[in-house]
């Protein structure tokens, strides 16, 4: 039996009290936990640090196999870990695709062998992500790792009659088609948002209307099959709006919103300096505005970090050679606390529901996302939101140093994170399984 007992925490930034936990279960609550701790139970003195149900990233790009010169399951799992998840859904473009079994399966195995959090592999809506034809989404609908999400995110599913398809094949197991809005026509050589900064920079511009025109679409495809559709990074007021309509009239749409779209704006671009593109890209600060309160009304269900790792050389370079991408399981909590807690826009619960329940609802996992509560499993996540840390990206755990903060000073630190019962981290580092 493994026991640890959490002291003086604050669930949800309410009042302080303790935690038990016993093997993979919380097993107390309260001022009685110590006394019903055994004896050779590992004590945690936590206190006024704010305890959290461990966080669930439905947008992580861990790119095993094929690009582990930019991140590995391990590495990045690991660093997922000291951001204070438990589990994350790995995207399917990596090489070969996770379009099989064969390959899910290998990705998951990777995952249990790091130990740091559940991986859980997304498997891609067509072959090789190419769009021309439906890829084996039953066989990984029944394989080991039970994939639930499909996704060619990186690439939109652009052709009509295979979103369809695609949405009406994973009704047979209560999938979901995580699509990535762009369309390729509107989009061909864009370099990032289109405005008034894109032509003074004289970088061409990815119109706002390339990702709404294909929500629009998608949540009419959703609605005619009776499918679930989840729209990955939504980055514009105007997906926002439609979204919110989709909802009103019953159709089964989520939406995530990365970290950065909610902090970053298409200003960054006069720096030039790719470390700042991203697909979709930077949008203006009234998109900002939106997505934030469509986060904080539930309009935006979860945060998704779109965590996106890139050698060196794909960075350091001018910026229309630039790779498209940023790192962000180590800052998304930090910035949800800069941009909505601190501002008042949302409560720790509200956090909760956005970055653990959300996600793992929406993901199907019946492990994760539980309320701190008695007899939930013991995914527990522990924050010190006072604590102020300039990003170093050198200082991280990810392989990759592509962190659009650098030098940015943010709130908060996870100084804890528990993963079943097993400590994954512990005073802000990681710990070996």
């Known amino acids: 039996m493994t026991a640890h007992l959490l002291l003086g925490v604050r669930p949800y930034g309410e009042d302080a009290t303790d935690i038990l936990i016993v093997d993979d279960k919380i097993a107390a609550i309260g001022a009685d936990a110590a006394a019903q701790a055994p004896k050779d139970v590992v004590r945690h ?50 090489e070969p695709v996770a379009d099989n079994a064969g390959v899910v399966e290998q990705v998951q195995r990777l995952g249990e062998e790091a130990g740091f959090v559940d991986v859980h592999p997304v498997g891609a809506v067509s072959e090789g992500l ?11 609908a029944a394989s080991k790792a039970n994939v639930r999400v499909f996704s060619d995110d990186g690439k939109c599913v652009s052709d009509p009659v295979l979103m369809r398809r695609a949405l009406e094949y994973v009704k047979a197991f209560d999938g979901v088609i995580a699509q990535h809005s762009q369309d390729p026509r509107l989009t061909e050589g864009a ?4 405005g008034v900064l894109s032509a003074e920079l004289g970088l061409r511009g990815w119109p706002a209307v390339a990702e709404e025109s294909i929500i629009a679409r998608d949540v009419l495809l959703a609605d005619h099959v009776g499918s679930r559709l989840h729209v990955c990074h939504v980055s514009t007021a105007g997906s926002v709006e439609l979204i919110r309509a ?20 298409d200003e960054k671009a006069c720096t030039y300096s790719p470390i700042f593109k991203v697909n979709p890209p930077l949008r203006t600060q009234a998109d900002v505005d939106a997505v934030r309160d469509a986060l904080a009304d539930g309009t935006i269900d979860v945060v998704g970090t779109d965590h996106a790792p890139h050698p060196l050389e794909d960075k350091d370079c001018e910026w229309q050679a630039g790779a498209f991408g940023m790192t962000g399981l180590e800052t998304a909590l930090p910035i949800i606390i800069e941009t909505m807690v601190n501002t008042g826009k949302m409560t720790w619960r509200e956090v909760a529901r956005a970055m653990s329940a959300g ?21 527990v996540t522990v924050v010190d939101p006072e604590v102020r840390r300039v990003v170093k990206g050198a200082e991280q755990y990810t ?35």
């Open 399 to 433: 392989r990759s140093l592509n962190t659009p903060y650098e030098g940015e000073e943010l709130p908060g630190q996870v100084v804890a994170t528990f993963l079943k019962g097993r400590a994954t981290v512990l005073d802000g580092a990681p710990v070996e399984k």
């Open 45 to 94: 003195d936590l206190a006024g640090k704010i305890a959290l149900p461990g966080l669930v990233d439905m947008h992580t790009h861990l790119r095993e196999p094929g690009f582990e010169g930019s991140e590995t399951v391990y590495t990045g799992t690991r660093a997922a870990a000291v951001g204070g998840y438990t589990a994350v859904f790995a995207m399917a473009n990596t």
């Open 359 to 379: 996600p793992a609802q929406i993901g199907q996992l019946t492990d994760q996302g539980q309320p701190l509560e008695v007899g939930s499993y013991a995914n």
């Open 246 to 265: 989709a909802k009103a009239r019953g159709i089964q749409v989520t939406a995530e919103v990365t970290p950065h779209h909610l902090y970053l704006t």
């Open 130 to 140: 190419k769009g021309e034809h439906l890829s084996e989404m039953g066989a990984m």
């Open 191 to 194: 370099q990032m948002h289109e």
